[in-house]
C-alpha cells in the first residue's frame, strides 16, 4: 500500500513565522505535490517536483518555496507566513510513466495549518 | 488559462435516489481523473479516463468521459449512505504532470 505522510495534521504558527511542511512518501515515486485546499475553490497546486531537487511552480506559489533533497521527502516551507495562508495543505505523489497513461496521485492526510 | 469546472457545488439526496456532477474543462484533456474525499479525509482516486466517449463503471457508479474530451460525468445510481463526500474531477495542464483540480461537488446523503 502507498503511504504518503505529512509530519503535523494541525498546526498553529504566529504572522511572519517561518513554516516547514514535511511531507513523505514510501513508494519511490518521482513526481510529487502541494495543495492547498479552501472551501469553495477546490484543490489547487502550490509547487510540483518531477526529481531530486527539480521543482516547478503550481498555480499558486507566491509566498512559499519548495524543497526535494531526497526522493521520498517533499518540503514546503512559508517563507514569512500571513494569515491569508491558513488553509488546509495537502501532499501528494506519483509514479512517472512515460507514456502519463497512469499517473494516479496518492495524498496524505493533510496539514491544517492555523495562521495567527 | 485553463481551467476545470464542476457542478453542482453541492447536492442533497435521499438515500435511494440517483445523483451526477458535470466537470467541464475549457480546453482539451488527455486524461481526466475523480477523486473522492469523505468528510475530515483526504482525496482518494477513484478512476482515470482516457479515451474519447469512453465508459466505464464501479458498482453503483458510472463515469463518462465526452467525446470532444473536454467534459465527464460521475453518476450514482440509487446513493448510499456511504457516498457521501466530496467528488472532484481533475485534468491535466497540457503537456504536464501538474493537475487542475475541480472545484468539487460536495454529497450529502439523506437517509
Known amino acids: 500500500d502507498v503511504k504518503v505522510t505529512q509530519s503535523s495534521r494541525y498546526l498553529v504558527k504566529r504572522t511572519g513565522e517561518k513554516v516547514f511542511l514535511e511531507c513523505v512518501q514510501d513508494m519511490d515515486h518521482e513526481n510529487m505535490f502541494w495543495y492547498r485546499q479552501d472551501p469553495g475553490l477546490g484543490l489547487r497546486l502550490i509547487y510540483f517536483?518531477?526529481?531530486?531537487?527539480?521543482?516547478e511552480k503550481g498555480d499558486i506559489p507566491e509566498g512559499y518555496s519548495v524543497s526535494r533533497e531526497k526522493k521520498e521527502r517533499f518540503s514546503l516551507i512559508l517563507e514569512s507566513a500571513s494569515t491569508n495562508q491558513t488553509s488546509m495543505y495537502l501532499c501528494?505523489?506519483?509514479?512517472?510513466?512515460?507514456?502519463?497513461?497512469?499517473?494516479?496521485?496518492?495524498f496524505g492526510p493533510g496539514t491544517r495549518l492555523t495562521v495567527l | 488559462g485553463q481551467q476545470v469546472m464542476q457542478i453542482p457545488q453541492y447536492q442533497h439526496v435521499q438515500e435511494g435516489e440517483d445523483f451526477t456532477t458535470y466537470c467541464n474543462s475549457s480546453t482539451t484533456l488527455s486524461n481526466i481523473q475523480w477523486y473522492k474525499q469523505r468528510p475530515g479525509g483526504h482525496p482518494v482516486f477513484l478512476i482515470q479516463l482516457v479515451k474519447s466517449g469512453e465508459v466505464k463503471k464501479q458498482k453503483r457508479l458510472t463515469f463518462q468521459f465526452g467525446e470532444a474530451k473536454k467534459n465527464s460525468s460521475l453518476h450514482i445510481t440509487a446513493t448510499q449512505t456511504t457516498d457521501v463526500g466530496t467528488y472532484f474531477c481533475a485534468g491535466p495542464r497540457r503537456g504536464t504532470y501538474k493537475y487542475i483540480f475541480g472545484t468539487g461537488t460536495r454529497l450529502k446523503v439523506l437517509a
Open positions: 501528494a505523489s506519483s509514479l512517472f510513466t512515460a507514456s502519463s497513461s497512469y499517473n494516479e496521485q496518492f
Open positions: 517536483s518531477y526529481d531530486v531537487k527539480m521543482k
